[in-house]
């Protein structure tokens, strides 16, 4: 009787080519997990930091002033000083400047206008369920790499950026070196 013939084993694989032909990685769209392209933020709400972080960031640079005026929380003096504020401009600028929210939502968006071209959240670090911190890192335009820090309020489930007369009276000194 016969012996089966011994099968031949095929031929290993070539393997693939990591030439010009290869797909290139897709680009990170999400600012938690790396840096993301301006273009590539979104509005994602208001559930988290990070989320509204990115939101406000989006409608900055997308001229969204209707979620950008209500990404904000200020504390009771803020809020006054922006009333006083508003209350001593001209009408033109008062046509500008509308609410409280306005000053703060149109400084940060030119700000972010001149500068954003990449952003990272680097980390959130929570103080119970109604503060934050949002870390990030900025490319600016002109290639510098930036880290800032965000504080963000939860007021009835929606974090938005939380504004302090520290902040407010930067942005009231910004505003007065703009003024002719």
Do not use: C, Y
């Not at 990170?28 to 979104?42: C, K, S, T, Y």
């Not at 990404?71 to 001209?90: C, H, N, Q």
């Amino acid at each position: 009787s016969a012996l089966p013939p011994t099968p031949v084993p095929a031929p290993a694989a070539a393997p693939a080519a990591a030439g010009p032909a290869s797909e290139p990685a897709a680009e990170n769209r999400d600012p938690p997990q790396g840096m993301v392209a301006a273009e590539h933020l979104r509005s994602v709400g208001h559930a988290t930091p990070a989320e509204a972080f990115q939101t406000i960031v989006w409608a900055g640079l997308h001229g969204d002033d209707a979620v950008l005026f209500g990404s904000f929380s200020m504390s009771d003096g803020a809020r006054a000083k922006l009333t006083d504020v508003l209350a001593r401009m001209d009408a033109a600028a008062r046509k500008k400047f509308t609410v409280p929210e306005s000053v703060p939502a149109l400084l940060l968006a030119e700000e972010m206008l001149k500068k954003i071209l990449r952003l990272h959240i680097d980390r959130v670090d929570l103080a119970g369920d109604a503060a934050a911190q949002v870390h990030t890192k900025i490319t600016t335009r002109v290639g510098r790499l930036a880290s800032q820090t965000f504080p963000m309020r939860n007021a009835n489930g929606k974090w938005t950026l939380a504004l302090d007369e520290k902040m407010i009276d930067s942005m009231i000194e910004s505003l007065s070196r703009k003024r002719p």
